[in-house]
Nanobody, 124 residues
Framework: QVQLVESGGGLVQAGGSLRLSCAAS????????MGWFRQAPGKEREFLAG????????YYSGSVKGRFTISRDNAKNTLYLQMNSLKPEDTAVYYC?????????????????WGQGTQVTVLS
C-alpha cells in the first residue's frame, strides 16, 4: 500500500498560481502511475493530469493543458501539480491518486489509493 497526503491548497486570485504537493509513504513511490483529480461541489470527480510510473510521460485533460504541469520526484517520494493562470472555475478539492497496474490512465476507477484532498479556491 501507499499513503498519500496532499498540501499546498489555499485561496488565490484569478490569474495567480499555486503548487500542490502529494507526499507518498509506504511502498516505493516509483512503482505507481500517479494522477491529479479534482471535485467541485455538485460535480463528478474530474481527471486533470497523470504521470507514468515507467517513463515519466505526462498527459493532461483539455481543461488544464497548457496551464497545469504535473511532475514527480521519486527520490523525495513526492508528486507535484504546478497550476498557473488559475480561474474561478478551477475551485475544487484536489486529490492525488496512485495506480499500481497501469502505465497511464485518466480513469479514476483504475487508481487504487487516494489522498484526503486539499481545497483550492480561486477568487474572481
Amino acid at each position: 500500500q501507499v499513503q498519500l497526503v496532499e498540501s499546498g491548497g489555499g485561496l488565490v486570485q484569478a490569474g495567480g498560481s499555486l503548487r500542490l504537493s502529494c507526499a507518498a509513504s509506504g511502498r516505493p513511490f516509483s512503482l505507481y502511475t500517479m494522477g491529479w483529480f479534482r471535485q467541485a461541489p455538485g460535480k463528478e470527480r474530474e481527471f486533470l493530469a497523470g504521470i507514468s510510473r515507467s517513463d515519466g510521460n505526462t498527459y493532461y485533460s483539455g481543461s488544464v493543458k497548457g496551464r497545469f504541469t504535473i511532475s514527480r520526484d521519486n527520490a523525495k517520494n513526492t508528486l507535484y501539480l504546478q497550476m498557473n493562470s488559475l480561474k474561478p472555475e478551477d475551485t475544487a478539492v484536489y486529490y492525488c491518486a496512485a495506480d499500481s497496474d497501469h502505465t497511464a490512465s485518466s480513469d479514476s476507477r483504475t487508481y487504487d489509493f487516494w489522498g484526503q484532498g486539499t481545497q483550492v479556491t480561486v477568487l474572481s
